[in-house]
């Protein structure tokens, strides 16, 4: 079932009553309607039941196309607040199912297409400040895992860890030949940086390259081998 949103604003001359539009015009006293906040209330009754649901096609080639877009502007300098641009919040008070996820991000290839560049189900991003006066000294991280650990906390004495990597499909084992844990590029190589990779002249069973980590203990290296041996 789908409703139109609109807006009663009088009586036409012979044409019954008169809606506004969704799609507002400032310019134009009657060309539509401004939606301030929008709020859903539903009970889903079945499993393909949505409060809301998006549905795009596109055929654009160029640009950068996307089917929703949240642009939130901070405007209050301050220390107390908390922001969240979006937030899924799953709270269940019973035994949930085969899995559970507060947000679920998937690139999904069809027999026909492939990635050109780079393709990831999840994006985290964060770009800093190229200038400026910056007073505070707080951290930066394009992944942020937190896990609750509330008193009595049950679920420790299983499975339960910050990341969980898992491979599955028919041809998993194609991955297990030519695929990585972690790939690592745009960095410089140096001494002093976060990687390093030292070159050649390594002796066998020595590390060939670092990776600078940072733990409770302090800021702690990785070591690589440029083989299992």
């Known amino acids: ?5 609109k807006k009663h604003i009088g009586e036409g001359f ?17 060309g539509g309607m401004r939606v301030k906040s929008m709020y859903f209330s539903k009970t889903l009754v079945a499993a393909a039941d949505r409060a809301l649901k998006i549905a795009t096609t596109c055929a654009l080639t ?17 220390t107390a607040s908390n922001i ?3 937030k899924a919040q799953l709270t269940s008070d019973v035994e949930t199912g085969t899995w559970v996820n ?22 985290g991003e964060v ?28 679920g420790i004495g299983y499975e339960c860890s910050f990341i969980r990597l898992a491979g599955w499909g028919d041809e998993i084992g194609k991955f297990d030949d030519g695929g990585f844990i972690l790939a690592i590029s745009g960095l410089t190589s140096g001494s002093a940086h976060c990687w390093y990779d030292k070159g050649s002249g390594i002796t066998t069973g020595d590390a060939s390259e670092w990776l600078r980590v940072k733990t409770p203990g302090g800021t702690r290296y990785l070591m690589l081998y440029d083989s299992p041996s």
Request: proline content about 2%; some cysteine.
């Open 62 to 78: 160029t640009g950068s196309i996307k089917s929703v877009e949240i642009a939130q502007i901070h405007t209050g300098a301050n």
């Open 102 to 123: 507060a947000i679920f991000g998937r690139a999904n290839y069809t027999e026909n297409g492939w990635a050109h560049g780079s393709a990831s189900a999840v994006c």
């Open 1 to 5: 079932m789908s409703e139109t949103i």
């Open 127 to 154: 770009s800093l400040a190229p200038g400026g006066s910056h007073s505070g000294q707080g951290t930066y991280t394009c992944f942020q895992a937190e896990l609750d650990v509330p008193a009595s906390a049950k």
């Open 84 to 86: 969240e641009v979006l």
């Open 14 to 30: 012979g044409k019954g009553e008169l809606y506004a539009a969704l799609a507002y015009d400032s310019s134009d006293a009657f």
